[in-house]
């Protein structure tokens, strides 16, 4: 079992940037892929992007290319997401997410607690 622990989310203006970390423990982290989702109130949850096992392919929702970057750095278990040009519609809980397997493909199966970021206009 995966133990996930978020940080760096917060307020921030519109047009400003963040960048979330994400540490993971309890599992070898260079043997899964990793992911970053946020859900508003009400609504599902929803995938952003995705990082394979050692970097070298990365997948993104519609809504996060070109403005989010995810990426990792497997010596200190943590995966990291990168967010510029807020939008009021950011305005989430952000969850990373330890993959199944090495690949994004494989889908998703543990989530840390998630933290909060909200985008004032």
């Known amino acids: 079992q995966v133990q996930l622990v978020e940080s760096g989310g917060g307020l921030v203006q519109a047009g400003g940037s963040l960048k979330l970390s994400c540490t993971a423990s309890g599992r070898t982290f260079r043997s899964f892929a990793m992911g970053w989702f946020r859900q508003v109130p009400g609504k599902e949850r929803v995938f952003l992007a995705g990082?394979?096992?050692?970097?070298?392919?990365?997948h993104y929702a519609d809504s996060a290319k070109g403005r989010f970057a995810i990426s990792r750095d497997n010596a200190k278990n943590t995966v990291y997401l990168e967010m510029n040009n807020l939008k009021p519609e950011d305005t989430a809980v952000y969850y990373c997410?330890?993959?199944?397997?090495?690949?994004?493909?494989?889908?998703?199966?543990?989530w840390g607690q998630g933290t909060q970021v909200t985008v004032s206009s």
């Open positions: 990082i394979n096992w050692n970097g070298g392919s990365t």
């Open positions: 997410a330890a993959g199944s397997g090495l690949g994004v493909a494989a889908g998703f199966g543990s």
